[in-house]
């Protein structure tokens, strides 16, 4: 619902529908980039997206809602037009998706889920869980719970492929 909307003055029926329906785009133009590494690059070939954010994972069609969301550490599902389905681990970042269709993630850190070692994961989250049991300040106790959670994923993803 807009609180905004019915305060601007429309000049005619034509701008009024103008403002209160958006184009119906059938493709979508998906961005997904790290520091690292541009993962698509304004791709039309993606169907739909499903990301893990922290009110909830959701899945990004072509007209979806405009929609600004905060990502947590998990699995990003990117469904090509062919039907193929790759997928990446993100530790943290953001998604955007835009009225005209256009979607834009930006992961802190974006890998293929393939690519991780379940072994290493799983000493990653032991020693992280190490450092959290020896943790002094607040400071350090906060850091280590972030490197448990993202440690967990990791594992999780790996496994599960969730």
């Known amino acids: 619902m807009s609180f905004i909307r ?14 209160l329906t958006r184009s119906m ?7 997904f ?4 590494e541009v993962l698509y690059n304004q791709a039309k ?10 009110s909830g994972s959701f899945g990004i069609l072509a ?13 990003v599902n990117v469904t090509e037009n062919d039907g193929s389905v790759k997928r990446f681990f993100v530790s943290s970042g953001s998604v955007t998706v835009n009225a005209d269709s256009s979607v834009q993630l930006l992961a802190e850190e ?3 889920l393939e690519k991780l070692d379940l072994k290493a994961a ?6 992280a869980q190490r450092s959290l049991a020896s943790a002094g300040s607040d ?11 993202t440690a967990e994923a990791v594992v999780r993803a790996i496994q599960t492929g969730i």
């Open 63 to 75: 007209n979806h809602v405009p929609t600004l969301a905060v990502l947590k550490p998990g699995v």
């Open 110 to 112: 974006a890998f293929p």
């Open 139 to 149: 400071v350090q106790k906060a850091e280590a719970q972030i490197a448990v959670e």
């Open 33 to 36: 980039a790290s520091p690292a």
């Open 25 to 31: 785009a059938t493709d979508m133009s998906f961005t």
């Open 45 to 54: 070939n993606v169907k739909q997206v499903d990301v893990p954010s922290l």
């Open 6 to 19: 019915p305060l601007l003055k429309i000049r005619n029926a034509q701008s009024q529908i103008r403002l």
């Open 122 to 127: 799983q000493e990653q989250l032991a020693e």
